[in-house]
């Protein structure tokens, strides 16, 4: 007797477990959890992935959120990545309860297949993609060795297969001065704040310059104490982005030149921490056709009039994609004129329309994964 068709188990899987994928979905929705603090998220899905039969693993990397939950016998492992973090002030403003829940149902449905196809199925709960760099934790604790191909999607206002996500770091960058009075002694400060301004007006003039891919942005988080009183102690956190790592590391010269000039023009002390930088991302063209077929067999639709894209930003698992071959396409929960970053994204993450993105997109990844495992020259190539 023939054997079912993989595709038709994985399908039959993500349906039944729909409305509880929904459930899960809307508990992280209603409980965000900034980087690296998701103990409620992590547990439902290591609970859910232990109830359907994986082996988990918690605190992998180091990390107390981070987990994976393996199942199968391979040979070829592909890895579904679920996000759980949330953003401060905005909950799930980037849709992560859904990227769960999708990477859950993805993983259980491979379940299913896993011996018939020979693969290995893990999911792995990344923390802290919010700035956090979970995932190159994760990578360089060596959550990802032995993994063949990294799937996952990402909700946005409407569907795009190959977004462009940048390098990027943080800087945080502190200035250190002189207090005096204001008014009696201000020749006897070194203001602190003129030098944070100063490194912001050169940054704006600096933007006429950049590339349509550059970005520098970001936020003033101590200012000063009170106005009579020259500032000692100033400090903020600025991104910068660029195309690629090269174009990233001459970014983050230009930009560092711009802090080190508020300094020199004050006299104010400069510290800069730079945080681990976000690779950009390289997106396996061939997985992606396969994804894009699949995608449109159910419905999805990559062009079309009125579409807003979220089409720049910076993830870490542009690290990973340079590790091992990944896609990362976005996946339309009807947000607009919403999109993400915005408390109106946040509340669009948890509708009908994001319910049914976690059943179009789990089906999506697994039968993705079911082409690759089946078709001889892309199996042979993740292999090698």
């Not at 200035?175 to 201000?186: K, W």
Request: a negative charge; charged letters at 20%; aromatic letters at 4%.
């Amino acid at each position: 007797m023939d054997q079912p068709d993989p595709k038709d188990i994985v399908r039959e899987r993500v349906e039944g477990a729909h409305q509880a994928l929904v459930g899960l979905s809307h508990w992280i929705h209603a409980n965000p959890e900034l980087q690296f603090a998701e103990t409620l998220a992590s547990g439902w899905v290591a609970e859910w992935l232990e109830k359907t039969g994986f082996e988990v693993q918690r605190g992998i990397g180091g990390l107390d959120t981070a987990l994976a939950g393996h199942f199968g016998p391979g040979p070829l492992h592909v890895a579904l990545l679920a996000e759980y973090d949330a953003l401060p002030d905005l909950g799930h403003a980037c849709g992560h309860n859904v990227i769960a829940a999708t990477a859950v149902g993805a993983g259980v449905a491979l379940a299913g297949v896993a011996e018939q196809l020979g693969l290995r199925v893990t999911v792995m709960g990344t923390p802290a993609e919010e700035g956090g760099a979970g995932k190159v934790h994760m990578l360089e604790a060596g959550a990802f060795d032995g993994v063949h191909l990294a799937l996952m999607n990402h909700p946005g206002p409407s569907d795009l297969l190959l977004p462009e996500i940048l390098a990027a770091q943080t800087l945080e960058v502190a200035y250190t001065g002189r207090t005096a009075h204001a008014a009696s002694f201000p020749e006897l400060g070194i203001n602190a704040a003129d030098a944070l301004v100063i490194a912001q007006v050169a940054i704006g003039l600096l933007r006429q310059s950049l590339r349509p891919t550059e970005r520098v942005h970001g936020i003033v988080t101590v200012g000063g104490e009170a106005a009579n009183v020259i500032p000692a102690a100033t400090s903020g956190q600025f991104m910068i982005r660029g195309a690629t790592l090269a174009e990233l590391r001459e970014l983050r010269r230009r930009v560092r030149a711009c802090f080190e000039a508020g300094a020199m023009a004050t006299g104010a002390e400069l510290t800069i921490d730079e945080h681990i930088g976000y690779a950009d991302m390289r997106h396996d063209e061939e997985l992606a056709e396969l994804y894009r077929r699949n995608a449109e067999a159910l419905g999805r639709s990559f062009d079309g009039p009125g579409r807003i894209e979220f089409r720049r930003f910076s993830s870490d698992i542009g690290n990973v994609s340079h590790a091992v071959p990944a896609i990362h396409p976005i996946i339309g929960i009807d947000s607009a004129p919403a999109v993400n970053h915005q408390p109106e994204f946040a509340a669009a993450a948890a509708t009908e329309a994001a319910d049914r993105a976690i059943l179009d997109g789990a089906i999506a990844l697994a039968w993705t994964a079911v082409d690759a495992a089946r078709s001889g020259p892309v199996r042979s190539r993740l292999l090698a």
